[in-house]
């Protein structure tokens, strides 16, 4: 494998404009000539980032727009979104197989080995890796270690879907979930989307534009993924232990605007369900 250091997070602008053009239809750049078919094969590259600071202000509207209280504690998911230029840099690079606009985040484990403040300085890394059969296509992972002077402490692991032909994997239809009783109900606002594209800097469009969320199916925006599980883990702050493992699997997207049931069984599952259908968004353990 080799390593790359970067001097400084990358900016998300142009990856975001690299990865709109990917997701063009495939066509060449020259008229008459069409791009290559990929190569299924996750590049063998890691990128390093060290000494990333966290500014509090940037702390602070991320807690708001999750819901969590406002400390110098960083939530187990912020690390996440300061891993997301180094995965974005990663998935837009000319060697990686898929377009990024397109992928669908269908699960995400974290694994903190204890608390972390916002004075500490960390240092990140990213690679991309597994890739494997999925029943709807092929699967994933991109993995983000966070360490502080050469000591892991933090690891998450997000699993994305590439649509494509059924591999035959999976073992046909999942049992229908049977939601737990609602321990609240969630009004969640139209602007989630666009308040936490600002925090995070997951500016795809599924979840800041209508236009863009209908070019993907969807009649309106979704809310992130990552949105629903943070703001899931704010519900439950000040029961959660200084060092967890938190594992979700985003099952149906929550349209913007919409409204979500949450529940949760202390120190073990946690949920949002659709409350009239009982259909789930997000299925949580915890150990």
Sequence with gaps: MSIIELDGPPELGPLYRRAAIRALPRIGLVPGTERRPPIEVLPDVELVLRGVEVSRSW????????????????????????????????????????????????????????????????????????????ERGKQFDVVAVASVDGVEVWRDVSTYLRRGRSSGAGGGAAARDVPPPAAATWKVPARVGVDYARVSGDRNPIHTSRLGARLFGFPRPIAHGMWSKARCLAALDGRLPDAYTVEVAFKRPILLPGTVAFSATPGETFALHDPKSGAPHLIGTMS
Excluded: K, Q, W
Excluded at 69 to 88: E, G, I, Q
């Design 59 to 134: 702390l602070a509207d991320y807690d708001r727009v999750c819901g969590f209280r406002l400390t110098d504690r960083l939530p187990v998911t912020f690390p996440h979104v300061l891993a997301t230029p180094l995965a974005m840099r990663l998935m837009t690079g000319a060697d990686f197989p898929y377009p990024v606009v397109g992928l669908v985040h269908i699960a995400n484990r974290i694994t903190a080995t204890r608390p972390l403040d916002a004075s500490e300085r960390l240092d990140l890394s990213v690679r991309a890796v597994d890739l494997r059969p999925h």
